[in-house]
């Protein structure tokens, strides 16, 4: 089992960048893919990045493709999502979440295949 705590959100303007991460518990981390999802006020979570167990693989939402970059450090038990040129639709709670099945990029972007997820982190984005 694994616990996730993710940290770095906060207040942005419009442009401008932060930096999410994602501490795990466990000796174990480097057996879990790890994905960022995001849910604003009054809509779905949705999907925003997976990174593969090796840190080797990445996908990402078209959303945020080009702006977002999901990393990972098996050796401190950490995920990182650096997002830049935000915008205020990215305003949500963001969540990583672990899995440890084998999945296909497509199933990877479904939340009901992760196995553990941390309680979010709020990033809101001013125009």
């Known amino acids: 089992q694994v616990q996730l705590l993710e940290s770095g959100g906060g207040l942005v303007q419009a442009g401008g960048s932060l930096r999410l991460s994602c501490a795990a518990s466990?000796?174990?981390?480097?057996?879990?893919?790890m994905g960022w999802f995001r849910q604003a006020p009054g809509k779905e979570r949705e999907f925003v990045a997976r990174?593969?167990?090796?840190?080797?693989?990445?996908y990402y939402a078209d959303t945020v493709k080009g702006r977002f970059t999901i990393s990972r450090d098996n050796a401190k038990n950490t995920v990182y999502l650096q997002m830049n040129s935000l915008e205020p639709e990215d305003t949500a709670v963001y969540y990583c979440?672990?899995?440890?099945?084998?999945?296909?990029?497509?199933?990877?972007?479904?939340?009901?295949?992760?196995?553990?997820w941390g309680q979010g982190t709020q990033v809101t984005v001013s125009s």
């Open positions: 979440a672990a899995y440890t099945r084998k999945l296909p990029e497509v199933g990877s972007a479904r939340d009901i295949n992760y196995d553990y």
């Open positions: 466990g000796r174990t981390f480097s057996s879990y893919a």
């Open positions: 990174i593969s167990r090796s840190g080797g693989s990445t």
